[in-house]
């Protein structure tokens, strides 16, 4: 089993930068994924990481420490697009395969 | 099909009647989730198929509750005498399966999901 955790609820202004925590507890860790849901819709993915170390895809950013257990997803020049759910998500490998499990998801709301 | 299809996309039913939610998975997929998302809230894992056998059911909230998957293919999550709290959204996922530590992205692509309202 794994526990990850993630705030709730951030807010942030139009242009600026947003960084969403993650942490995780997990043994086999096998990696951790980024996912943004909007409202009604279906998660998409945004970032994988697996090994240590920041990976960089225009606007966002995702960066993982497999030491402290720890990620973060990073927004930049925010959109009002980008209001949406922010959803940190661990791939464990067991004996029987990788389980994927999820956080409860960060909702990110931008104002102008 | 390009995606994962799901189906229904809404289903509403009368309490204690069961329900049947099918998910086609991506072409060559191996790994297939289950997952339920309430209102508002965080995805709540159900099951994971590996091919056809499921490794992990420690999520299925109650005995009411099964899923099988044939073929290496299309998944059937069933949900017997239904009840109110059984209301969500069920999302199913696919990926190709690394097996084992990879450093390459087998990310889980979703299904638009089957809303189920229980009345």
């Known amino acids: 089993g794994q526990n990850i955790d993630q705030p709730t609820e951030m807010t942030a202004t139009e242009g600026a930068i947003v960084q969403i925590n993650c942490t995780y507890q997990?043994?086999?860790?096998?990696?951790l994924f980024w996912y943004q849901q909007h409202a009604g819709e279906a998660p998409t993915f945004l970032s994988y990481?697996?090994?240590?170390g920041l990976e960089e895809k225009g606007r966002f950013s995702s960066f993982l420490s497999r030491s402290k257990g720890y990620s973060y997803l990073l927004l930049k020049e925010l959109q009002m697009k980008d209001s949406a759910s922010y959803l940190c998500?661990?791939?464990?490998?067991?004996?029987?395969?990788?389980?994927?499990?999820f956080g409860g998801g960060t909702r990110l709301m931008v104002k102008p | 099909g390009a995606g994962v299809s799901q189906s229904p996309s809404n289903k509403v039913t009368e309490k204690g009647k069961d329900v049947e939610l099918r998910c086609d998975p991506i072409?060559?997929?191996?790994?297939l989730y289950w997952y339920r998302q309430s209102l508002g809230q965080g995805l709540e894992f159900l099951i994971y198929?590996?091919?056809?056998?499921?490794?992990?059911k420690s999520g299925l909230p109650s005995d009411r509750f099964s899923a099988e998957r044939t073929g290496g293919s299309v998944s059937t999550l069933t949900i017997q005498r239904t009840q109110q709290e059984d209301s969500a959204v069920y999302l199913c996922?696919?990926?190709?399966?690394?097996?084992?530590?990879?450093?390459?992205?087998?990310?889980?692509?979703f299904g638009q999901g089957t809303r189920l309202t229980v009345v």
């Open positions: 198929f590996q091919g056809n056998s499921a490794p992990d």
């Open positions: 072409s060559g997929h191996t790994a």
């Open positions: 997990t043994s086999g860790f096998n990696g």
């Open positions: 998500a661990v791939r464990e490998g067991t004996n029987a395969g990788n389980m994927l499990t």
């Open positions: 990481n697996v090994l240590d």
């Open positions: 996922a696919s990926s190709l399966d690394p097996g084992g530590f990879s450093l390459k992205n087998t990310e889980a692509f």
